[in-house]
Nanobody, 123 residues
């Protein structure tokens, strides 16, 4: 397993931007997938994006394509989620996730999870 620590959440105006960071501790293998999810109050956890550590290939939920960008910095063992053009409906707790399986980037199955960081978008 790996340990994940999210940061970068906060309060931002609608239309603004925010970059979330997920620092990965422990061993990270080339086969790992990293993902971002969010959960709004009273809602189910929602998949947003995934990245394959080995080659940087990405996959996005259709609704966030063009607004959200997932990336990783191997030297810093950090995964990022750049969020632009934020809307009030983006308000949620955002979670980083990791999985060692060599399966599709579109998979919603992740083994390890961070504790989340709150993002609040005001009108």
């Amino acid at each position: 397993q790996v340990q994940l620590g999210e940061s970068g959440g906060g309060l931002v105006q609608a239309g603004g931007s925010l970059r979330l960071s997920c620092v990965v501790s422990g061993r990270t293998f080339s086969s790992y997938r990293m993902g971002w999810f969010r959960q709004a109050p009273g809602k189910e956890r929602e998949f947003l994006a995934a990245i394959r550590w080995s080659d940087g290939s990405t996959y996005y939920k259709d609704s966030v394509k063009g607004r959200f960008t997932i990336s990783r910095d191997s030297a810093k063992n950090t995964v990022y989620l750049q969020m632009n053009s934020l809307k009030p409906e983006d308000t949620a707790v955002y979670y980083c996730a990791a999985d060692p399986s060599r399966i599709s980037l579109a998979s919603r199955l992740f083994r390890d999870w961070g504790q989340g960081t709150q993002v609040t978008v005001s009108s």
